[in-house]
């Protein structure tokens, strides 16, 4: 079973919302990541949860806030978004980190921000 | 830092035709290479990828790709396309040395034409 699963797959926020993006694999995966993508564009990484610790955060507006419970689970909490971060939100997991390891990702949150 | 390139952003092919799509790295050392395929609204998925094995790697839905040191390059190829081949192509590149440091090129967008 090689599937991450994103919820939800379509979001639509206002400005002043608070919503969350979640995230689940049973891969044993170690590594957890979350990406903006936007249209026409490859993904960019956003943050790395290695071992449930967050070991890179690409200097990612505080207006999104990670969250990774256990080894299964990611969230990415969204407060007082713009309409500019609206975006296709990928999240993908690898066995420890990047390396020889295979980035296995979900089919995205597609959020649009009003 | 380690980057990688991608010649063609977009790529237009018939259908039976050889499928061509370039991705060269800049690395002192020889990285991990990747080729991942998103379909229109979806997620990336693994296509194949070098790791320092055979330098001809096959992967799924009839793709490979030969890593030449020499040039740099990682190209990807199909020997006759389909239309459903039909989606965006990133190479990307992950360091040796460091676990967390993958990077995407900037896609290729395939068009197969009846």
């Known amino acids: 079973d090689t599937e991450v699963t994103q919820t939800p797959k379509h979001l639509v926020m206002g400005m002043t919302n608070k919503k969350s993006l979640k995230c689940e694999q049973h891969m044993g995966h170690r590594a957890m990541y979350w990406y903006k993508q936007k249209a026409k564009k490859p993904p960019e990484l956003m943050f790395v949860y290695s071992y449930e610790k967050l070991s890179i955060n690409e200097s990612v507006p505080s207006r999104f806030s990670p969250e990774c419970p256990n080894s299964s689970l990611l969230n990415l909490h969204l407060h007082a978004l713009q309409p500019e971060d609206s975006a296709l939100y990928l999240c993908?997991?690898?066995?420890?980190?990047?390396?020889?390891?295979?980035?296995?990702f979900g089919e995205g949150s597609w959020l649009t921000v009003v | 830092a380690q980057s990688v390139t991608q010649l063609g952003s977009h790529v237009s092919v018939s259908e039976g035709a050889l499928v061509l799509l370039r991705c060269n790295y800049s690395s002192s050392v020889p990285p991990y290479l990747f080729w991942y395929v998103q379909y229109p609204n979806q997620g990336l998925q693994l296509l194949l990828k070098y790791t320092s094995a055979a330098t001809l790697v096959k992967g799924i839905n009839g793709f490979e790709a030969e890593f030449k040191k020499s040039e740099t390059s990682f190209h990807l190829t199909k020997p006759s396309a389909h239309m459903s081949d039909a989606a965006e192509y990133f190479c990307a590149v992950s360091d040796r040395n460091y676990g967390q440091n993958f990077v995407f090129g900037p896609g290729t967008r395939l068009s197969v034409l009846p």
């Open positions: 993908a997991s690898s066995q420890h980190g990047t390396g020889e390891n295979t980035i296995y």
